[in-house]
């Protein structure tokens, strides 16, 4: 591909990244490409980020039903004792529960790798979990005891010798040996495993 070509296909991509319909790693990726200098794309960014704003308020004003803004200011008015007694009812059932950001605990496994638990199965044994590994860390060898999924949130991983990064989906099937998990400069991953995996001694 020609570098009129490369050029060419970039400002494509800066269209799609003004009106956010990139994924996040295409994203990242065009904003890698802006980073190194290239004034072209810098340009048409901002040429399409003025037409999306222009788009934004080019819509007419409409005004809610009466029966919305009557519904709204009645649950405005509603004390916030029953507001929070609701939420507790909602948190208390197992049919709907939501787990806040400064919800959970996170606790320590090794090598300053944390763990949070938000679901457990207790049917299946199947934990849902958010870990956290500091730069430059890296779990021991270990077994899969069931299937294993990830989905890389934040960061870098590399996983039998694939590097993944935000966006990126990684799944090992039961027995599978990971011999090299690590990350260089830190993640976050949302795991789907069972809630052991066997340790092996390092070969």
């Given at each position: 591909m020609t570098d009129r070509a490369v050029t060419h296909e970039m400002t494509d991509v800066a269209a799609l990244y003004a009106l956010g319909a990139l994924s996040q790693h295409e994203a990242?990726?065009?904003?890698?490409?802006?980073?190194?200098?290239?004034?072209?794309?810098?340009?048409?960014?901002?040429?399409?980020?003025?037409t999306v704003r222009a788009l934004a308020f080019s819509a007419p004003d409409e005004q809610p039903p009466a029966r919305v803004r009557a519904e709204l200011l009645a649950r405005l008015d509603k004390p916030d004792s029953e507001q929070s007694e609701a939420a507790m009812k909602n948190r208390e059932s197992n049919e709907v529960v939501s787990?806040?950001?400064?919800?959970?605990?996170?606790?320590?496994?090794?090598?300053?790798?944390?763990?949070?638990?938000?679901?457990?199965?207790?049917?299946?044994?199947?934990?849902?979990?958010?870990?956290?590994?500091?730069?430059?860390?890296?779990?021991?060898?270990?077994?899969?005891?069931?299937?294993?999924?990830?989905?890389?949130?934040?960061?870098?991983?590399?996983?039998?010798?694939q590097n993944l990064v935000p966006g990126d989906y990684h799944r090992a099937e039961t027995g599978t040996i990971h011999e090299t998990t690590y990350t260089v400069d830190g993640t976050l991953l949302l795991l789907i495993a069972p809630e052991r995996f066997e340790v092996l001694d390092a070969r």
């Open positions: 990242r990726a065009f904003e890698r490409h802006l980073e190194e200098g290239c004034a072209e794309c810098s340009a048409e960014l901002e040429s399409f980020a003025k787990i806040l950001a400064s919800d959970g605990e996170w606790q320590e496994s090794q090598n300053g790798i944390l763990f949070k638990r938000l679901y457990i199965d207790k049917t299946t044994g199947i934990a849902t979990s958010l870990v956290r590994m500091p730069p430059g860390s890296a779990l021991p060898i270990h077994q899969h005891l069931g299937v294993e999924q990830f989905y890389v949130l934040e960061g870098d991983c590399t996983v039998a010798g």
